[in-house]
């Protein structure tokens, strides 16, 4: 995961149980550390790769 959002605990090694996925959107709850219970909202990243084929 990338840092999305460090003050709701959401950067990278942060681990979720999906809860559930939607077109745009992932809902989670964080299973470790301070947020440990805390529902999140992860909106979709397109990611681009602009120099390397991937097939």
Request: hydrophobic share 35%; charged share 20%.
């Amino acid at each position: 995961m990338r840092n999305v959002n460090q003050s709701f605990g959401l950067c990278n090694g942060t681990r979720l149980i999906i809860t559930r996925l939607g077109e745009r959107v992932l809902e989670g709850e964080i299973v470790a550390g301070s947020n440990e219970g805390q529902r999140v909202c992860i909106p979709r990243i397109v990611l681009n790769s602009s120099g390397c084929k991937l097939l």
